[in-house]
Nanobody
């Protein structure tokens, strides 16, 4: 059974940092590209960041480029989202996800097939 479990969310002041983790089980983690999405109240789920199976290729939404860093540790079956210089508009539930197949779109929700339950990130002004 494939499971993705996020952790590391919380409440932080604007300008602060958080590190999200996504622990993955039930699959050969090192074979899959992975991603992070977020969803704010009343808004659609949106792409945040993704990386390929080795971590050598990374992809970011323009809104987080230069502030967020995605990474992975294949030995620990875990990938991470380091979030710096947080802004109130970063407030959302953050989800990690497994990219469904090699040709699917990194930037789209339907490019991913397994999702975690989400972790809340709240940035106060």
């Amino acid at each position: 059974q494939v499971q993705l479990v996020e952790s590391g969310g919380g409440l932080v002041q604007a300008g602060g940092s958080l590190r999200l983790s996504c622990a993955v089980s039930g699959l050969t983690f090192s074979s899959y590209d992975m991603g992070w999405f977020r969803q704010a109240p009343g808004k659609e789920r949106e792409f945040v960041a993704a990386l390929n199976w080795s971590g050598a290729s990374t992809y970011y939404a323009n809104s987080v480029k230069g502030r967020f860093t995605i990474s992975r540790d294949n030995a620990k079956n875990t990938h991470y989202l380091q979030m710096n210089s947080l802004k109130p508009e970063d407030t959302a539930v953050y989800y990690c996800a497994r990219k469904s197949y090699r040709g699917s779109d990194y930037y789209k929700v339907d490019g991913y097939d397994y999702w975690g339950q989400g972790t809340q990130v709240t940035v106060s002004s």
